[in-house]
């Protein structure tokens, strides 16, 4: 599938003359790409120890994809620069949800709002993310009940949204073929189970 991303702007091809961009600030200029072995896809994560798909993340056996941790917009900030230098096709980010949730979420699209305020002010009002990953049809939660997967319509604006909407505006500024998504994982889903998705994921798009 093709990955695209709307901007509410055409990109700028020269740097302002009085305010440089959000990314022309953070980064460092675009490096050549590679590949780390055969790893094609990056899944990451935030530094929770107490959080499933924190520990997921850490057991989960990953022949092709790389796992990566962040902690906090400076963890984000590496995680760009990263990805910059490295051909990956495909990036996913994943946290908890809520206990009570019944079903696996998959972010309909990632906003410029972190808090009460704005990521980047002069930055897209929005992205949109790949939504059509494969999930498992035989995920189970603690009391032995499948588990179903929908794509959000509406958005969060705390740091799993802060972190994807960087990455999606870096992956449009700099024109990699970078396909990114992003999943909530109720936290009535055992890790072991997380594992497996993650898992599933190593094998089939990779």
């Known amino acids: 599938m093709e990955f695209t991303l709307p901007s509410s702007r055409p990109l700028r091809d020269t740097i ?3 305010k440089q ?3 022309q600030k953070t980064l ?6 590679t590949t780390i072995g055969q790893q094609k896809t990056l899944i990451y994560t935030f530094y929770r120890w107490q959080c499933s798909t924190y520990k997921a993340l ?3 056996e990953l022949t092709y994809s790389k796992p990566y941790y962040i902690r906090g917009l400076s963890g984000a900030r590496r995680l760009m620069v990263h990805l910059r230098s490295h051909a990956y096709t495909n990036v996913i980010g994943i946290a908890d949800y809520r206990k009570n949730a019944r079903r696996i979420r998959i972010e309909g699209k990632f ?3 972190f808090g009460k305020g704005m990521i980047d002010e002069e ?3 929005e992205y949109l993310p790949i939504r059509e990953l494969p999930i498992l049809d035989d995920i189970t939660d603690k009391q032995g009940r499948l588990v179903e997967s929908y794509v959000a319509t509406s958005c969060y604006n705390g740091s799993c949204n802060r972190s994807a909407y960087l990455i999606a505006q870096m992956i449009e500024e700099v024109k990699l073929p970078t396909k990114l998504s992003f999943v909530h994982i109720p936290r009535s889903i055992p890790v072991a189970q997380i594992k497996r998705l993650l898992e599933y994921w190593d094998r089939e798009l990779n």
């Open 28 to 33: 460092p200029r675009p490096m050549s790409t």
């Open 58 to 60: 850490r057991q989960a």
């Open 111 to 113: 906003v410029n709002r």
């Open 123 to 125: 930055g897209s009002a």
């Open 16 to 18: 302002p003359t009085n």
């Open 21 to 23: 961009s959000y990314l």
